[in-house]
């Protein structure tokens, strides 16, 4: 039988009444005190369930039962980009609460902090940090829009937080599995119309910066022969990297999604232009093969125009395999309940692939109804919800009797 799914979209809506954006979406910013408040609501409904909130010092809200036993963890963030929409991240969060309730026993939530990339330009930093592929150092490196440190703004984050106990260390030799449910970030599995979907794959994002460095002149007085444009050069790598984006498809992306230049003036041939390149793949060392082929055309364009290129590599990681036995447990689990659901892969981070590195874990998507993501237009199916719930409370008590640490040969 489907739940019904009311309760989780109320406390959607809730965590939406939080910090509503200007222009009709949600703004809770990484590390900020809206999405401080976001966790202590969720601290809240937790308790309600029978679990213990406390927050581990990288900003993560664990809400767990009480002992030290191995729990079946789930859940996601709820942090936003700018005016971003209501289910990314919350929609997780919310269920993997309420099937914690429903399903009772050793189950528990996760809710990772500072997801999402856009305010300094680094995303899934809880989980990355607690899972350490991240370091301090890295964190203190990251700027936000106004300048300000990464590690004061999480000082000043866990601050906020002081209502909820504090850990001395993230307990991660509590999850025996982690299951992070998703509103999809595209109209794949509508158009397959199927309610829910499995990732397999998860990509690995690699990032560069490209600065050109011409000569700043007249635009009126300086003849086409002699300028040494920093603007037509990064322009042509720009439309380089689509083309290229459109004959690695569908297994590789490429996008050039920052776009600056010196001195941006009407009248002034441009005399830097910084390009800031997203490439990512759901096959090993295919981003990575897109990129030196997107850079040897940048140098030629460069020396075409006699411009001088600096380049800057930002990170780079290959895609994560997620766990088959769990892709498989989420499959029979649907299959038992009669809700229709397909395997896929993700483009977008998540915090479970991180956590993959130290437990089984499955990242599922829910339906969305219009493929709009990271918009006020999010939408999806109080069916599709429900289908959800009742299929992680399934997972969850399938994985509760069966797996342990040791059986499950995850951690790795």
Known sequence: MIPDAGRVLDRIDELFALAPGEGGGATRPAFSEAEARAMLLVAGWAR?????????????????????APCVTGGSHVDTVPDGGRYDGPLGTVLAVEA?????????????AAEEASRFGAGTLGSRTMTGKISDEDLSRLRDATGRDALSVRSAYLDFLRELPRMERAPLERISS?????????????????????????????????????????????????????LCAAAETVLLAERLGQRYAPETTATAGTFEIRPNSLTSIPGEADVGLDIRGVRPGRARLLLEELLGGAR???????????????????PTEMDEAMVTAFEDA?????????????FAGHDAQHLAAVAPA???FVASENGVSHAPGEAVAGRDVGAALAVLCALVEGLQRERTPQEAGGRR
């Open 100 to 112: 914690a309730a429903r399903v009772g026993g050793n189950r528990g939530v996760l809710v990772c």
């Open 300 to 318: 030629e364009a460069a020396e075409k125009r006699g411009v001088r290129l600096e380049e800057r590599p930002l990170s780079a990681s290959e």
């Open 362 to 364: 499955a990242l599922v």
């Open 178 to 230: 982690h299951v992070e449910a998703h509103i999809e970030q595209r109209a794949d599995l509508r158009d397959r119309d199927l309610s829910l979907g499995v990732a397999t794959t998860v990509a690995g994002p690699v990032r560069h910066r490209l600065r050109f460095v011409g000569e700043v002149a007249h635009a009126g007085e300086t003849p086409v022969a002699r300028r040494r444009d920093a």
């Open 48 to 68: 309600e369930a029978g679990l213990e909130p406390a927050v581990d010092p990288h900003g993560n809200l664990w809400c767990l039962p009480p002992g030290d």
């Open 334 to 346: 649907c299959a038992r309940l009669g809700v229709s659901c397909g395997r896929c892969v993700s």
